[in-house]
């Protein structure tokens, strides 16, 4: 079948509603540093990018164009909140999407844009809210790569015909004795591994990330070099729905009783203080309780959705020997050595062991929240991980 066919079912199935015809790529002589792992000639191979109007994706989008392949630009409408869609900093709204097509543009190849809005609020959004009325702390960014991102633009990918899907996240793809593996950026400042631990092995087969060996730096210097309008665009929010970062303000608008008044207490359940709503905590803050007058600071170690309470004690209480996990994900081959946890995103990896759904540590762990992610990892290699369901309090913690 025709690109045009293929791309007629894709408009079909997904609902296209924006279109930028390809155009010839004028020559560039920037040395090529980006390997796409496709099966030569690279020249009779499709790529589908996955094009958020950022700098990365754009960059991305150039580097398969210079390879000599056939490429796609690819970009999912995901929601449209008034003042987001032309904020610099979101992603795949208004403002972004026009960046996107301009980048196609300039490089010559085609745009395609598909409206997923109504699948993002549900899986993505809606969960959001959901997760922070039961008291647990969400990562949106992982439900978007494990839904709309990877599932769906799979799904586009491979109706278009591609013989891959090319995204400007920060991690590699190594291929293996076994297999490809997923392994950490190259650059420990812009890793992205804890957020992609959902991918599954079909997926990480048909997936691409050609950033992954490169220093941001390098990256922004490409995007000038070839004068994309995105070059000096900042960087994406970690949560590209939420306007102006008030997290709480959604959640009451998305769900109104979010707003429900409660008792800050101590583990004894004296009533310390009271709040505004549990969407305001998370394990591990200390920062406004608003309580005045103790021996020492306070934390937020448990948030009690049925009571409404804010459960607060001594940094000492956050201290977490074990998590159990939920909808454990494992990448690659089987792995039996000595592996690390990370669980939370700007988190270290430490010494760990996974024992059924148990991930133990070594060492007692701090703001471990239910929520949030346990990642493993095998040195630069993502072995899998999944959602912390609960924890276990090291017996430092109840000794004290």
């Known amino acids: 079948m025709t690109l045009e066919g293929k791309v007629e079912g894709a408009v079909k199935a997904a609902g296209i509603f924006c279109i930028a015809r390809a155009k010839p790529l004028s020559a560039r002589t920037i040395m090529n540093e980006a390997d796409f792992q496709l099966r030569a ?33 690819v970009t999912l409408q995901l929601y449209d909140h008034g003042e987001a869609v032309g904020r610099a900093g979101a ?58 991102k990877f599932t769906d633009l799979f799904r586009l990918a491979r109706e278009l015909g591609a013989d891959c899907l090319a995204t400007g996240h920060y991690v590699r793809r190594v291929e293996g004795a076994g297999g490809p593996e997923l392994h950490r950026a190259a650059d420990p400042a812009r890793d992205q591994s804890y957020f992609l631990f959902a991918t599954t092995d079909e997926q990480l087969a048909f ?13 922004r210097e490409i995007a000038k070099e070839l004068g994309l309008i995105v070059a000096g665009k900042p960087d994406s929010q970690d949560i590209c729905f939420v306007p102006d970062g008030d997290y709480a303000s959604l959640v009451k608008k ?22 505004k709503g549990l969407i305001h905590f998370t394990v591990g803050q200390r920062r406004g309780l608003e309580i005045g007058g103790q021996a020492e600071p306070l934390y937020v170690i448990r948030l009690d959705p049925e009571r409404q309470q804010v459960v607060v004690g001594p940094k000492r209480a956050l201290a977490v020997k074990a998590a159990r996990i939920e909808g454990l994900n494992r990448i690659g081959v089987a792995y039996s050595g000595p592996l690390t946890a990370k669980v939370r995103s700007l988190a270290r990896p430490v010494p760990a ?10 060492t007692p762990e701090y703001g471990v929240a239910p929520g949030q992610a346990a990642v493993l990892y095998a040195g630069d290699r993502v072995l899998g991980g999944g959602w912390i369901a609960e924890t276990e309090r090291a017996e430092t913690a109840l000794a004290a």
């Open 41 to 73: 000639p690279i020249g009779q191979r499709r790529i589908v990018v996955a094009m958020s109007g950022g700098v990365d994706s754009s960059v991305v989008a150039a580097l398969a164009a210079r390879s000599g392949a056939e490429v796609i630009g």
């Open 254 to 275: 998305l769900r109104p009783e979010a707003g429900t008044v409660g008792d800050i207490v101590d583990e004894a359940g004296a009533k310390l203080g009271e709040h």
């Open 207 to 219: 997936l691409r990330f050609p950033l992954g060996g490169m220093p941001k730096t390098r990256v």
């Open 91 to 148: 992603c795949c709204a208004g403002r972004d999407i026009r960046d996107a097509r301009a980048v196609c543009d300039r490089l010559g190849i085609a745009h395609y844009v598909f409206d997923h809005e109504s699948r993002f609020r549900d899986s993505v959004i809606d969960d959001f809210a959901d997760e922070y009325m039961a008291g647990r702390t969400p990562i949106p960014c992982v439900k978007c790569n494990m839904g709309v």
């Open 353 to 362: 062991r996974l024992e059924g759904d148990r991930v133990v540590f070594e």
